[in-house]
């Protein structure tokens, strides 16, 4: 069945350094989103990706779509201690349900 | 304000118990869904609806049941058959279709007692 691979799936950095997290499936997507979930929060949608080798920001944020449609990564440049939280990938499986990635947790030391 | 309630937000069950987790919204969308979180994991589906009087069981679906008689409601029963019911629970609500992002309610965190 289809794989959805999440790393790291722990993440300290020191504020204002850099972070990256990556998300890597066994099939081809037609789109993939990510959430972030705050500590004892629920997951926030961020974004969607769906065109081959897209990439979008949002301010400090960078989701990028694999050219082969099968890996997307989230990069968080010069990070803050409101960053902090665990960061998920979601794929499509079938048409009506989505598969989570184990998500990607993030520490920020000030 | 338009959003996704959840109810109670812990809740602790007796051996043998069944007990029935609410999950309310009103943001008229079609499809609504129940996840399973256990601490440091990522989110396992248990069971999805995409229209009033129908749903489908996701990948945990053992020992859980639901019930989809409104649009607006999807409450998810935890019965005794399920031996490890200890996590958090979320239900989420979105547009139908394979594209629409998923709005999630604050969680209902159920122990055993």
């Known amino acids: ?110 | 304000d338009g959003g996704i309630t959840q109810s109670p937000k812990y809740l602790f069950r007796k051996e043998g118990q069944n007990v029935t987790l609410s999950c309310e919204q009103n943001l008229n969308h079609d499809a609504m869904y129940w996840y399973r979180q256990d601490p440091g994991q990522g989110l396992r589906l248990i069971y999805y609806s995409q229209i009033v009087n129908d749903f489908q069981k996701g990948d945990i679906a053992e020992g859980y049941s639901v019930s989809r008689e409104k649009k607006e409601s999807f409450p998810l029963t935890v019965t005794s058959a399920q031996k490890n019911p200890t996590a958090f629970y979320l239900c989420a609500s979105s547009f139908q279709g394979s594209n629409q992002p998923q709005h999630f309610g604050d969680g209902t965190r159920l122990s055993i007692l």
């Open chain 1, 1 to 110: 069945g289809q794989q959805v691979m999440q790393i790291p799936q722990y993440q300290h950095v020191q504020e204002g350094e850099d972070f990256t997290t990556y998300c890597n499936s066994s099939t081809t997507l037609s789109n993939i989103q990510w959430y972030k979930q705050r500590p004892g929060g629920h997951p926030v949608f961020l974004i969607q990706l769906v065109k081959s080798g897209e990439v979008k920001k949002q301010k400090r944020l960078t989701f990028q779509f694999g050219e082969a449609k099968k890996n997307s990564s989230l990069h968080i440049t010069a990070t803050q201690t409101t960053d902090v939280g665990t960061y998920f990938c979601a794929v499509p499986s079938g048409t009506y349900k989505y598969i989570f990635g184990t998500g990607t947790r993030l520490k920020v030391l000030a």
